[in-house]
């Protein structure tokens, strides 16, 4: 399968501290990865660099896209290439309406069926994210990359502080934002997904997890299998892989 | 007070400097102005006037309870289509009313400044609005302020009546065309809001690059009545230097305070003040100011007199540039227990944030500063009717602001 992403020994520090060491990674046309790894591991910093958030300065490695190198394009221009991301702590952003923001992600999106797809009707013409609720928020990211439809969606932590209800309509959503709903040889969109307990996992299809422990992408494999043995033992065993590196 | 009184005290206020502000030289500006003749239908307007108007936020075509423009000191059109509202030229008003003298330099001092003796000295132009008891305005007053002559000290005096239970719109565009590039605008207004009476004032200023600006306003509101007072400037300006203030003095009264400003040079020293005389009185003021070059003072000052009273400062200002300057001062006077007041104020730069979300859904920086500009400006504004709120909307997200940002 074509590596939709392909990330090749990515070191990335910020404010001068490193970060993300040597890390390896690639998403293939069609797949959806989970990324595990306790807190402050790296996880968010990996997501933003490719996002391209200028503040996470990348030391060496790079990254590359359907092919290209964008390692050093803006953030913008990756995005119109068709990468996207919700983010874990969106910002609140007064005077722009959540209706507006979707036609800006987007103007050809339907913007009134995206916002009740998601429960979102009532929020139209809200400031972005200003006083939303822990769900609101997270729904709001996923109205946004449904209009967006980029080909490769990072998703951090999208069930963070959501009751049961919520998550199920967010795994509805990314499952349609990375095509699990259709058959496996049609799909073209890839993503990928960091979960502390996995219970989005529950709503959505993986095909694959890593874990991060300390800037390093340690461990490759099944996602159940995995989030099992993180969920028995913790990270334990994990970090004792990381000193055999 | 005899008008001899007037002149006297204006006389000997002649080179009393503002309080505020930088000094306007009043002698390297023309004293006289020429007359222009009166239109009496508002299609036979110039074009550049109704241009003009219409960069105000005062659409001349659309459907308004009464218009005034004033071309440069001639009154040129004044109508009024509204049963319980009399929309006239105050030179006739003072004419047509004797009691008018009763409210007549009654809320801003004669010999306040130097301003405002000059525009005592001189014949009064200006508008004067009176709302009959309990009426209502469904369609806003719109009034423009036009400065064609170059080189004018233009002068305005106006009164603005909301009798009690009445409701009143207005909206007032001051503006010059392109080609003067000098002048000088100094206004009066005093506002009289009584019992239950509802007021929304809007202003929009959109002067040449070295027009100097001086308004003078206070307003008076008894028990129950209310005030929306909207301000915006978002073109540039030589100086420009204002202090509204509004007395509360009756229960339950209401004021509230929104400007808007986008300075790209020039100073700005804008603010408002609110004395909250009786209890159960409230009010609030939100400045939201953006430089891109300019110096922008932002002044704010509640002042508690009583007990039992609510007020609440909001001085936010985002600078753009490094030349850029915003001086934000809000004040809280409490004069006595029980009072409950409080401010915030920040100025800084764009939050990386937030521009990194916008980015991140495609939009490159200068698209991603623009929204973020825009929608910093789109103050809420309550108290307002939805066409006037929509005009305001309007004039805040206009394109240009996406220059220099």
Redesign the interface.
């Known amino acids: 399968m074509i590596g939709l992403l392909e990330i090749e020994d990515l070191s990335v520090s910020i404010g001068g501290k490193r970060v993300l060491k040597n890390v390896n990674l690639k998403v293939s046309e069609g797949e959806t990865h989970a990324l595990f790894g306790p807190n402050g591991c790296g996880k968010t910093t990996l997501l933003n660099t490719i996002?391209?958030?200028?503040?996470y300065q990348v030391d060496g490695g790079r990254i590359r896209f359907k092919g290209e190198d964008i390692t050093d394009l803006?953030?913008?221009e990756r995005?119109?290439k068709g990468i996207?991301?919700a983010?874990q702590h969106?910002?609140a952003?007064?005077?722009?309406k959540l209706r507006d923001?979707i036609k800006?992600?987007n103007p050809q999106a339907d913007a009134d069926d995206l916002l009740t797809e998601m429960d979102l009707m009532d929020f139209a013409d809200r400031?972005v994210n200003r006083g939303f609720s822990g769900g609101e928020v997270k729904r709001s990211e996923m109205v946004?990359l449904l209009a967006?439809q980029p080909d490769f969606v990072m998703l951090d932590e999208p069930d963070s502080g959501v009751d049961l209800e919520n998550i199920k309509l967010i795994g509805k959503a990314i499952t349609r934002i990375t095509q699990k709903d259709i058959k496996p040889s049609k799909r073209t969109k890839s993503g990928i997904i960091i979960t502390h307990f996995g219970h989005i996992l529950d709503y959505m299809k993986t095909d694959k997890a890593h874990v991060m422990i300390e800037g390093t992408v340690i461990c490759s494999g099944d996602p159940r299998e995995i989030l099992d043995e993180i969920k028995k033992s913790g990270y334990e065993r994990c970090a004792a892989c990381l000193c055999q590196i | 007070m005899p008008m001899s009184d007037l002149e006297d005290r204006a006389r000997k206020a002649r080179d009393k400097k503002a309080a505020l502000g930088t000094d306007v030289d009043l002698e390297s500006y023309e004293q006289e102005a020429s007359p222009h003749s009166e239109i009496e239908d508002l299609d036979l307007l110039p074009e550049d006037v109704r241009k003009a108007a219409l960069n105000v936020g005062v659409s001349l075509d659309t459907e308004s309870g009464g218009t005034y423009v004033q071309v440069d000191q001639t009154p040129i059109h004044v109508d009024s289509n509204m049963e319980g509202i009399e929309f006239l030229d105050i030179a006739t008003a003072l004419k047509n009313y004797d009691w008018l003298k009763d409210y007549w330099w009654k809320l801003v001092p004669v010999d306040q400044d130097k301003y405002t003796a000059d525009v005592a000295q001189y014949p009064p132009a200006g508008y004067f609005i009176r709302a009959k008891p309990g009426a209502k305005t469904v369609f806003p007053l719109k009034s423009c302020m036009y400065l064609g002559q170059s080189n004018l000290n233009q002068r305005v005096h106006n009164i603005v009546i909301a009798e009690e239970g009445s409701e009143l719109h207005v909206i007032t565009g001051c503006t010059t065309p392109s080609h003067v590039q000098r002048g000088l605008h100094l206004g009066v207004s005093e506002f009289y809001i009584k019992k239950g009476a509802h007021v929304s004032f809007t202003m929009i200023h959109n002067w040449g690059k070295e027009v100097e600006v001086r308004p003078r306003t206070k307003i008076h509101i008894e028990e129950g009545g209310s005030l929306s007072n909207n301000y915006v400037c978002l073109s540039p300006v030589k100086t420009l230097q204002t202090y509204p203030t509004a007395i509360l003095d009756g229960r339950g009264a209401v004021a509230s305070f929104n400007s808007v400003l986008y300075s790209n040079q020039g100073n700005i020293d804008i603010g408002s003040e609110v004395i909250l005389r009786a209890p159960q009185t409230s009010a609030d003021s939100v400045s939201r100011a953006v430089s891109v070059g300019g110096e922008i003072i932002a002044r704010g000052r509640m002042v508690g007199e009583v007990p039992d009273v609510k007020a609440h400062l909001e001085c936010v200002g985002l600078i753009l540039s490094d030349r850029g300057r915003i001086y934000s001062i809000p004040e809280l006077d409490g004069r006595c227990g029980g009072l409950d007041m409080s401010h915030e104020a920040a100025v800084g730069k764009i939050s990386e944030e937030e521009l990194e979300y916008l980015m991140a859904r495609g939009l490159s920086m200068d698209q991603a500063t623009g929204v973020i500009v825009r929608g910093f400006l789109d103050v809420e504004i309550k108290g307002l009717p939805e066409s006037l709120k929509q005009e305001l909307h309007k004039i805040t997200q206009l394109q240009e602001l996406h220059g220099g940002a």
């Open positions: 996002a391209g958030i200028p503040r803006p953030m913008y995005a119109k996207g991301i983010f969106p910002p952003i007064r005077g722009l923001l800006l992600c400031d946004q967006q």
